[in-house]
């Protein structure tokens, strides 16, 4: 994105692979709820989690050791001018699908048309930005931009490269339980809709000499087996079924792991530190209800929040508070009020923007007693102050009617649904009492792709090189677009052009002004009652699986488990 990238021309393994590592073994996993379409790439349907990464091939492939960089996979050699208003693949002549066809120039123009307009809503934002497409000479493949945006040509470098002759005279857009044909290092082997699904290595495939694959894809076989309940996937790791397991709890991690195959070696603990910020992780207000847009209701509902005493119940106080989106990183907004290139970023929205954004803001601290009674206080002053007061013990506005909302949560899904338990518990102190429903995965992805929901629960992951993805979790145009990540509902002038001016940046210094001003916009929204993150994850797994003594800088970030791991008795 800036600067060289880290590894020279030459470079022979990634340096987080290892070249020697044995091919063949297995591993197995465990996911929540199940899948109808093995098309990952459309809004409908549900698919399984390893169809966009084991089966079809990019033109280009991320290194995770660096902020943002990428290497050639299909594409031998990428050009582009200093403006980045194109840019320009050569194909790999080698490259092939696993049916043994080239992968072709029609191929990829094919692909990129048609996930750019009937493909899921995360590949239009960035094709709107597409002047053309086409083929300038054998094997080339250039595309045209309509605007400056510097990280197109990245950006066009990580779309899925699918068979076009596979899809002819088929409606993409619809879901299908059809195999796709991809090109990667993988091709999909047995599987049952809803219960399981393996992908197996294909030994003839095309690139497993490159640089960038040597020590990667070592594993025979990727299994994923499904749960319509999400609470016995721990228990079936612990039986032997799985291979490994995420903990997200810093109070199991310490006090369950105590089972035999632990003391035995049988299963490892692992911690995998990382440098990514920490995103944001808990209850999103959709402030599409009228009484979630009055910000001083979003911070009373935050003041109500005992986030220490909560920490403290589920995980012994060890975790810290996610402050920021971008916390954990250079990219954080600094505490105080903004100063320098930030304040000038800022500047021209200072009328519209939530108080505290330019001031400075953190979330609201506790003294960690179970009653909270400094921020109780505060939170009834302001939703006075926004015309709802407590009558019979039952907050209502100025009409009499009560305050009511839903929290919507996945089935299953233990550490939300005992986070919300306790929140609720505060929550009556101010005379609001939240109906809880918890439903299947599937009706939980359909119900946020539909914003059909009041609260629910929020995880977003965050890079350290943001861009155009920033538009899909928080642009004004995702409010009204089915499928947008922009769950909260915010349509926001000055967010929209912090993410213009990161994508326009030319430095690193710039992009980092951007993201903290961004981050300031985010954080004194109110939009999301954060709880913590971790510094590093917490992988227990099975004793013949290894990974390298070198961790990447995003850690275990995708491409990193299970693309580098291996099999060894």
């Known amino acids: 994105m800036y600067g060289e990238p880290a590894l020279p021309p030459d470079f022979v393994v990634l340096p987080y692979a290892n070249p020697e590592a044995p091919k063949g073994g297995r591993i197995v996993m465990g996911e929540p709820g199940g899948f109808d379409s093995l098309n990952p790439w459309i809004l409908a349907g549900r698919a399984p989690w390893g169809m966009g990464l084991h089966v079809a091939e990019t033109l280009m492939i991320r290194s995770i050791d660096e902020p943002f960089t990428l290497y050639g996979l299909l594409a031998e050699s990428v050009e582009t001018d200093e403006a980045r208003s194109f840019v320009e693949y050569t194909l790999r002549p080698e490259a092939r699908f696993s049916d043994g066809s080239p992968v072709t120039v029609e191929d990829v123009i094919w692909s ?235 500047a021209p929205f200072a009328d519209s923007l939530t108080p505290g954004t330019l001031e400075g803001y953190a979330p609201p601290a506790s003294d960690g007693t179970l009653r909270n009674r400094a921020n109780m206080r505060r939170a009834v002053a302001l939703l006075e102050e926004a015309g709802w007061t407590a009558e019979g013990g039952t907050l209502r506005d100025a009409s009499g009617a009560p305050f009511q909302f839903e929290i919507l949560l996945a089935q299953g899904a233990a550490e939300p649904g005992q986070v919300v338990d306790i929140y609720v518990q505060a929550l009556r102190q101010l005379g609001i009492t939240p109906r809880i429903v918890s439903v299947d995965n599937a009706q939980y992805v359909q119900r946020t792709n539909n914003f059909d929901f009041d609260m629910a629960w929020i995880l977003r992951a965050l890079s350290l090189s943001p861009g155009n993805e920033q538009r899909l979790y928080w642009g004004a145009a995702g409010v009204d677009q089915p499928g947008s990540r922009n769950w909260m509902g915010m349509a926001s002038p000055a967010a929209d052009a912090m993410i213009d001016a990161m994508l326009t940046a030319t430095d690193p210094e710039e992009l980092t002004a951007a993201a903290q001003a961004l981050d300031r916009i985010l954080t004194a929204g109110r939009w999301v009652i954060p709880v913590w993150y971790s510094k590093a994850t917490r992988l227990a797994h099975s004793g013949d699986l290894h990974y390298p003594a070198r961790l990447p800088l995003y850690g275990d970030w995708p491409g990193f488990a299970p693309d580098v791991w291996w099999h060894e008795e």
């Open 112 to 346: 990129y048309e048609t996930l750019g307009t009937q493909g899921h809503p995360r590949y239009r934002t960035a094709w709107a930005k597409v002047a053309g497409i086409g083929s300038p000479a054998p094997g080339k493949v250039r595309i045209d931009f309509t605007e400056p945006d510097r990280e197109l040509a990245l950006l066009m470098g990580m779309r899925p490269v699918l068979k076009r002759a596979q899809w002819e005279g088929k409606d993409f857009a619809q879901s299908s339980l059809e195999v796709p044909i991809g090109s990667g290092a993988y091709t999909v082997g047995a599987f049952e809709p809803g219960r399981y699904i393996s992908f197996v290595r294909n030994p003839d495939w095309w690139g497993k000499d490159l640089p960038v694959a040597r020590g990667l894809y070592n594993l025979g076989e990727l299994r994923y087996e499904y749960f319509a309940d999400p609470g016995v996937i721990f228990e079936a790791f612990k039986a032997g079924d799985l291979s490994i397991w995420r903990e997200t709890n810093a109070a199991r991690w310490q006090t369950q792991f105590t089972f035999p195959a632990v003391a035995s070696g049988e299963v490892v603990k692992a911690e995998i530190p990382h440098q990514r910020p920490s995103g944001i992780t808990g209850l999103v207000f959709n402030t599409r209800r009228p009484a979630f847009a009055d910000w001083r209701v979003r911070e009373a509902l935050t003041l109500a929040f005992n986030f220490e005493f909560i920490n403290q119940t589920l995980n012994l106080g060890t975790e810290p508070r996610i402050t920021s989106y971008f916390a954990n990183s250079a990219l954080a907004m600094q505490p105080g009020p903004a100063t320098g290139r930030v304040a000038e970023l800022l």
